[in-house]
């Protein structure tokens, strides 16, 4: 297996990485260097394999180099999310052991709380001009050496996923390979085989790099050589006007990304060349039929949908040409074997829904969380994400269901329960539920149902007040669009609360 350093001793004037709207470039020798250099200084710093480290950055090229002096340094590197509050970024900085947070100034205020505190781990860093209480990050990697440190091997990510609990969970991949040209052998079949991503390929990355699929399809373009293009921020019509420029010929979106693209007028969507694109990979949130059906149209059968986790126990994969004939679908596996449960482990046959498992598939686990781990695990060692669906007579995969209610918006995924636990501490509340509903373009939005202490008090103006006092708590994602009330939430007498007969209110009936 090829890895960028070998790119860099064979092609070394060849762009691994283009920013699109300023046009920098981080060439393969470049990025050979200047990831060892950061491998350098982190283990000066003490960093060593199996520790970790945190990076809160905008998509950037520095970026780049970060992930991959992770990744020959046999550190796992966790990346998070720039909309995140303060006290969410700092469970996570905590949580996860980071000895160094490598940030940048579009995201110190958000993270200059936590290193004024001056605790001596981690080590706070920012890109360009350092403010008060971090460390110059360019600076102390220019004084390292451009050669290999002496013991390389494989760093992985080690990325959050939010739980019903409230708090994220990071998924941490057992090490099983300790070269680093050994890359992650399900985006290697995703990319290379599935997809055809070579070093012929211009890649366009529209999404935001501490999500696990941009990030990871990214690598993997630097894996096989070719060049990626990463958008500092999604725009529909600046998307179609990039892939005219760089011939793209790979990307890999999510719905809403569809659903802008449909929206722009006619003559825009018709302005712009794309043909040179040969496949178009989706995944992190269900893709609406019609939405799926108009794009093949427009773009041609180039669509590639696969259904997999973050915590990496089976994937799925349809092409366009098997979408087209069993519409819906998510696809067949190609990584693990698909299980339909009942709720006693029994598989039921095709057609019966019930939750998905993925039977002879590699483990993994969530850290610092052994019984969220154990509960993903079943006797057999079929492991779930906790959706739910059936299998055809074909073994096409269907999901219908989402896990504990997640509520995935453009993409994100967003755990109602964390929202749930702030609202029921705001005054006027006697109980809350939490859920998606439809929105046309992002696919869903955050809906709260409120029983207020007073149902007089019910109205515009308390459901604008609830609104605020969750932004003051959490990022503005996971807060509700609006706030329904009710006089009484249905709860079962044991106090479980009954979501789906609020929840089934807001979606359209299945025909």
Same mark, same amino acid.
């Given at each position: 297996?090829?890895?960028?350093?070998?790119?860099?001793?064979?092609?070394?004037?060849?762009?691994?990485? /283009?920013?699109?709207?300023?046009?920098?470039?981080?060439?393969?020798?470049?990025?050979?260097?200047?990831?060892?250099?950061?491998?350098?200084?982190?283990?000066?710093?003490?960093?060593?394999?199996?520790?970790?480290?945190?990076?809160?950055?905008?998509?950037?090229?520095?970026?780049? *180099?970060?992930?991959?002096?992770? $990744? /020959?340094?046999?550190?796992?590197?966790?990346?998070?999310?720039?909309?995140?509050?303060?006290?969410?970024?700092?469970?996570?900085?905590?949580?996860?052991?980071?000895?160094?947070?490598?940030?940048?100034?579009?995201?110190? *205020?958000?993270?200059?709380?936590?290193?004024?505190?001056?605790?001596?781990?981690?080590?706070?860093?920012? %890109?360009?001009?350092?403010?008060?209480?971090?460390?110059?990050?360019?600076?102390?990697?220019?004084? $390292?050496?451009?050669?290999?440190?002496?013991?390389?091997?494989?760093?992985?990510?080690?990325?959050?996923?939010?739980?019903?609990?409230?708090?994220?969970?990071?998924?941490?991949?057992?090490?099983? *390979?300790?070269?680093?040209?050994?890359?992650?052998?399900?985006?290697?079949?995703?990319?290379?085989?599935?997809?055809?991503?070579?070093?012929?390929?211009?890649?366009?990355?529209?999404?935001?790099?501490?999500?696990?699929?941009?990030?990871?399809?990214?690598?993997?373009?630097?894996?096989?050589?070719?060049?990626?293009?990463?958008?500092?921020?999604?725009?529909? #019509?600046?998307?179609?006007?990039?892939?005219?420029?760089?011939?793209?010929?790979?990307?890999?979106?999510?719905?809403?990304?569809?659903?802008?693209?449909?929206?722009?007028?006619?003559?825009?969507? $018709?302005?712009?060349?794309?043909?040179?694109?040969?496949?178009?990979?989706?995944?992190?949130?269900?893709?609406?039929?019609?939405? =799926?059906?108009?794009?093949?149209?427009?773009?041609?059968?180039?669509?590639?949908?696969?259904?997999?986790?973050? #915590?990496?126990?089976?994937?799925?994969?349809?092409?366009?040409?098997?979408?087209?004939?069993?519409?819906?679908?998510?696809?067949?596996?190609?990584?693990?074997?698909?299980?339909?449960?009942?709720?006693?482990?029994? *598989?039921?046959?095709?057609?019966?829904?019930?939750?998905? &498992?993925?039977?002879?598939?590699?483990?993994?686990? &969530?850290?610092?969380?052994?019984?969220?781990?154990?509960?993903?695990?079943?006797?057999?060692?079929?492991?779930?994400?906790?959706?739910?669906?059936?299998? !055809?007579?074909?073994?096409?995969?269907?999901? %219908?269901?989402?896990?504990?209610?997640?509520?995935?918006?453009?993409?994100?995924?967003?755990?109602?329960?964390?929202?749930?636990?702030?609202?029921?501490?705001?005054?006027?509340?006697?109980?809350?539920?939490?859920?998606?509903? +439809?929105?046309?373009?992002?696919?869903?939005?955050?809906?709260?149902?409120?029983?207020?202490? !007073?149902?007089?008090?019910?109205?515009?103006?308390?459901?604008?007040?609830?609104?605020?006092?969750? /932004?003051?708590?959490?990022?503005?994602?996971?807060?509700?669009?609006?706030?329904?009330?009710?006089?009484?939430?249905?709860?079962?007498?044991?106090?479980?609360?009954? =979501?789906?007969?609020?929840?089934?209110? &807001?979606? +359209?009936?299945?025909?």
């Amino acid at each position: 297996m090829t890895h960028p350093s070998v790119h860099a001793r064979t092609t070394p004037d060849k762009v691994a990485y /283009r920013m699109a709207k300023s046009g920098d470039t981080l060439t393969y020798a470049k990025l050979d260097q200047r990831s060892n250099q950061a491998a350098h200084l982190l283990r000066s710093l003490g960093v060593q394999t199996g520790d970790h480290i945190a990076l809160l950055m905008e998509n950037s090229l520095t970026f780049m *180099e970060i992930c991959w002096a992770a $990744q /020959r340094s046999g550190i796992y590197y966790t990346a998070i999310s720039r909309y995140l509050t303060a006290d969410e970024i700092a469970y996570i900085v905590k949580d996860c052991g980071a000895k160094v947070m490598i940030t940048t100034p579009k995201c110190a *205020e958000v993270i200059a709380p936590l290193a004024a505190k001056g605790d001596a781990s981690p080590v706070y860093f920012m %890109t360009g001009q350092p403010q008060p209480g971090f460390r110059s990050w360019d600076d102390a990697v220019a004084s $390292q050496p451009v050669t290999p440190i002496v013991d390389e091997s494989a760093g992985y990510d080690m990325l959050y996923s939010s739980g019903t609990t409230g708090h994220p969970k990071g998924i941490k991949r057992t090490v099983t *390979e300790p070269s680093i040209l050994a890359p992650n052998p399900f985006l290697r079949l995703l990319c290379e085989k599935m997809c055809g991503i070579s070093a012929d390929s211009i890649y366009l990355s529209p999404a935001p790099l501490y999500h696990a699929a941009p990030l990871r399809f990214n690598m993997m373009v630097g894996v096989l050589g070719g060049t990626s293009v990463i958008m500092e921020n999604f725009d529909a #019509e600046d998307y179609l006007r990039l892939g005219e420029r760089h011939r793209v010929t790979h990307s890999q979106l999510v719905p809403t990304m569809f659903v802008r693209m449909l929206k722009l007028p006619d003559d825009v969507r $018709q302005r712009y060349d794309i043909s040179t694109l040969k496949g178009a990979v989706h995944a992190a949130a269900p893709c609406p039929p019609d939405v =799926k059906a108009k794009m093949i149209a427009w773009w041609g059968p180039i669509l590639i949908e696969y259904y997999a986790g973050s #915590e990496g126990n089976g994937v799925t994969v349809s092409n366009s040409q098997e979408w087209l004939s069993h519409r819906g679908t998510v696809g067949r596996a190609v990584v693990g074997k698909i299980k339909i449960l009942d709720e006693s482990d029994n *598989e039921l046959p095709a057609g019966e829904i019930g939750t998905v &498992y993925f039977a002879d598939a590699p483990a993994f686990a &969530y850290h610092n969380d052994p019984d969220k781990t154990k509960r993903a695990f079943n006797d057999k060692g079929g492991s779930t994400l906790g959706d739910v669906g059936y299998v !055809d007579a074909d073994g096409y995969l269907y999901l %219908t269901d989402r896990k504990s209610y997640m509520i995935i918006s453009g993409g994100v995924n967003i755990y109602p329960q964390e929202t749930e636990d702030i609202l029921i501490t705001h005054p006027a509340v006697a109980d809350v539920a939490v859920f998606g509903v +439809p929105n046309e373009e992002m696919g869903e939005e955050v809906k709260a149902v409120v029983q207020p202490h !007073d149902m007089t008090m019910a109205g515009k103006q308390l459901e604008a007040d609830l609104i605020v006092f969750c /932004r003051q708590h959490l990022s503005p994602i996971k807060c509700p669009k609006s706030v329904d009330f009710e006089a009484q939430l249905p709860r079962t007498p044991t106090g479980k609360l009954v =979501k789906r007969h609020l929840r089934d209110r &807001y979606w +359209p009936k299945k025909a």
